[in-house]
């Protein structure tokens, strides 16, 4: 029997996702030409930021600093928001690098689907709770994200391995960038690896109170 959600195969879907978790990169030229595949590469994209999210919100509660609260509204919640409305800013900034900067031929709506689905590995993020590595897991799934999105982006154009390095990497550095500049010294409207700096400088503040002392 096929498990179906508001017209969503959800079967197809786990099985896509898993064969990514594979390394099965055939999984793009199946997406790319699957029109039914739109909705599904939003929804992975999103639950895969949920899922960075909750790993730095995890990774907060763990090492026991105060306010986990409004981390999880903030940084989980909100920063997926932000996090995935910057992901679509980077599929326009690449879709629009390679189509006006270098004329390569691709589908709007292709893109969206392989880069949707090229998301899914930075759920990986939900394990940077774990002591002492982290930092090396939060920055192993954003490079697998731009790693995954790169090979993605080249399933649905004609460009050259180069530009399509240039087009990807030109919104990668919008989508972190920006990211970063939502975190500021006491909040962190950005997901996962973006809430160590303020976490870091919470732990701080606590120790200098607790020395006063």
């Known amino acids: 029997m096929v498990s179906q959600a508001g017209g969503m195969d959800v079967n197809v879907l786990v099985r896509r996702v898993q064969r990514l978790f594979q390394l ?7 997406v790319r030409a699957d029109k039914a595949a739109t909705v599904p590469a939003v929804v992975v994209a999103a639950v895969s930021m949920f899922l960075f999210g909750m790993g730095g919100w995890l990774w907060w509660v ?9 981390v999880l509204i903030k940084s989980a919640v909100i920063g997926t928001v932000t996090g995935t409305a910057l992901w679509v800013a980077w599929m326009a900034i690449t879709y629009v690098t390679l189509t006006q900067l270098f004329r390569a031929r691709v589908d709007f709506q292709e893109l969206l689907r392989v880069m949707g689905f090229a998301a899914a590995p930075l759920s990986v993020g939900v394990l940077m709770f774990i002591p002492e590595v982290e930092f090396g897991i939060a920055l192993t799934a ?5 790693g995954s999105t790169l090979l993605a982006v080249q ?3 004609d460009a050259t391995p180069g530009r399509a390095l240039a087009a990807t990497g030109a919104g ?5 960038v920006m990211l970063g500049l939502f975190v500021g010294e006491d909040n962190a409207y950005a997901p996962g690896i973006f809430v160590f700096d303020v976490g870091v400088e919470f732990l701080k503040a606590i120790g200098s109170f607790t020395s006063a002392f």
Not at 24 to 30: A, K, M, P, Q
Not at 172 to 176: C, E, G, I, Q, T
């Open 172 to 176: 990668f550095l919008v989508w972190s």
């Open 142 to 146: 954003v490079a697998l994200f731009f």
């Open 155 to 157: 399933s649905a154009t």
């Open 24 to 30: 099965d990169t055939s999984v793009f030229e199946e």
């Open 62 to 70: 763990l090492a026991d600093i105060p306010e986990s609260g409004d």
